[in-house]
Every structure is written in C-alpha cells, then in structure tokens.
C-alpha cells in the first residue's frame, strides 16, 4: 500500500529541546494533517492544514503546508515527557474519496 | 476521548474464521472509514461509507466486507481469516464542510489470528 515519506524515523531527546519532522510524497495533497499515536490507542488529530504555504499552530505544535503541496512540516518546541508517542503525517488528495494516505511515522522518546 | 468507539477491544481467532469488528461514530458524523494498521504495511486506508453507501475502496481484500446501517454505526466483516490478517484495525469518522477532511479515530480492535 502507498505510504508517505516522513523523516526523521525515530528521534531521542532531551526534555525541553526542540523537535522537527517532516512529510513528503510524490504527488499533490490538497490536505495535510498531523496526528499523535500512543500504545494502545488511536490516532489524534493534532492539527489539519487546507492551504498551500499555510502555518497552523496547537499550544507548542505547529505545522506547515509546503508550497509545492508535496510535503509538510511539524515542529514541537520546548518538548515534554508526555510528547512521547508515534507522529504521523497523512494527506488527503482530494476528488470523490476522503481517504487519507499515512506517512510511516516518526518515533518520539523524551528523556527527563 | 474521540468519541468513536470500536469493540471489542481484543480479538482472538483462528485461522479460516469469521469475525466482525463494530464501530460507532462520534454523534452527527455521516462518514465512517476503516483503516488497517500493520507493522510491515503502516496504516493503510481499507473502506469508507458515507450514510449508508459506500463511498471509497482503498486496499480491502475480497475476503473482508463492511456495512454502515442507518444509525450509521459500522460493521467490518473478516472472512477465511489468514494469519497475515491480524493487524489493529481502526474504524475513524467525520462530518461534511469544513472538518470533511479531519478524521477522528477510534480506539481500534487488535485482531489476532492464530
């Protein structure tokens, strides 16, 4: 199945650094959105962007929509402990279908 | 708490068995959406059914089926199960306008086939 690129794969920090990851595919998405995964649960919507170059931001989450609408971006400043989980990436191209393609995640451990 | 619940929570099988996996979706989304998450395939999207009808196939083997019924909850049916099928399986909802593209999560079923 078709998965989008998201780098880096796995990332170990120190609590209060800041952290960046990114998406990108081959094709136009007209939709990016970012989600969190914990062991156990379902994925949680973080942030959706609608618009090409457009800068969304959740508390210390904030997300970019390329310019190319071939990737985007997801920054997490001053990181916690509870940061720690699976991000993803997902785009959605568009036309009749809602279905979102999933990047292949970008693991987050904090260190205390 | 998404508000789209799944049961069961944990389901064990065996090989050439039939199970079904349920999902109800938040109160006032019309669109449900199954996905499929394995450690060698990511989450990968399977169906999607928008009040009632079937909207989209994405990756759904012929063995597996799905329903939406009117009180739009959601059934996904796995059949001659294979040990390969086993994977979580998430069902995910939202609503037209604006939020269309923002798809909430339930809280998956892990299906084991043995």
């Known amino acids: 199945g078709q998965q989008l690129n998201q780098s880096p794969q796995s990332m170990f920090i120190q609590e209060g650094e800041d952290v960046s990851m990114n998406c990108t595919s081959s094709s136009i998405f007209n939709t990016w959105l970012w989600y969190k995964q914990e062991p156990g649960e379902g994925p949680v919507l973080l942030i959706a962007l609608y618009k090409a170059g457009e800068l969304t931001s959740n508390g210390r989450l904030t997300a970019q929509f390329g310019i190319t609408r071939k990737d985007s971006f997801l920054n997490i400043s001053a990181s916690i402990p509870s940061d720690v989980g699976i991000y993803f990436c997902a785009g959605r191209q568009g036309g009749a279908t809602n279905k979102l393609i999933f990047g292949t995640g970008t693991l987050l451990a904090v260190q205390p | 708490d998404s508000g789209v619940t799944q049961t069961p929570k944990h389901l064990i099988t065996a090989t050439g068995q039939r199970v079904t996996l349920r999902c109800s979706p938040r109160s006032g989304d019309l669109s449900v959406y199954w996905y499929q998450q394995s450690l060698d395939q990511g989450l990968q999207f399977l169906i999607q059914?928008?009040?009632?009808?079937?909207?989209a196939k994405g990756n759904i083997l012929e063995r597996f089926s799905a329903q939406q019924f009117p009180d739009l909850h959601s059934e996904l049916n796995l059949s001659s199960l294979e040990l390969g099928d086993s994977a979580l399986y998430f069902c995910?909802?939202?609503?037209?306008?604006?939020?269309?593209?923002?798809?909430?999560f339930g809280p998956g079923t892990r299906l084991t086939v043995l």
């Open positions: 995910a909802s939202s609503v037209p306008g604006r939020d269309y593209n923002e798809q909430f």
């Open positions: 059914y928008y009040n009632g009808e079937e909207r």
